[in-house]
């Protein structure tokens, strides 16, 4: 449903792949802390179209969610107005 194009690497600091996190910073996890457990996540993005499009891209190039991880838009009952989700595994402390 959108054409997506992939981000400079001016966009992603660090060229760091889209679909990778940062990690903790090192010894964050040892010493007798927690350790990091997966927790789905789920956004819902609402807006038109060119709203929703905008923000997948921005989300993309921030390095946070590929577009293709999101679902295909559907419409809401109010006009003019779709959605998307995205489900997205997190690791927690």
């Known amino acids: 449903m959108f054409d997506y194009q ?3 690497a001016n ?3 660090g060229n760091q792949e889209a679909h990778s996190l940062p990690l903790p910073p090192s010894g964050a996890n040892n010493k007798g802390s927690q350790p990091l457990n997966p927790e789905k996540v789920r956004h819902m993005l609402y807006g038109s179209l060119a709203a929703i499009d905008r923000t997948i891209k921005i989300l993309h190039a921030l390095g946070y969610a590929d577009p293709n991880d999101w ?6 009952e109010k006009p003019n107005q779709w959605m998307v989700i995205l ?7």
Do not use: G, R, V
């Not at 679902?71 to 809401?76: F, I, K, Q, V, W």
């Open 6 to 8: 992939e981000p400079d």
């Open 11 to 13: 966009d992603n600091p």
């Open 71 to 76: 679902s295909e838009p559907m419409p809401t």
């Open 87 to 93: 489900t997205k595994t997190l690791l927690i402390a």
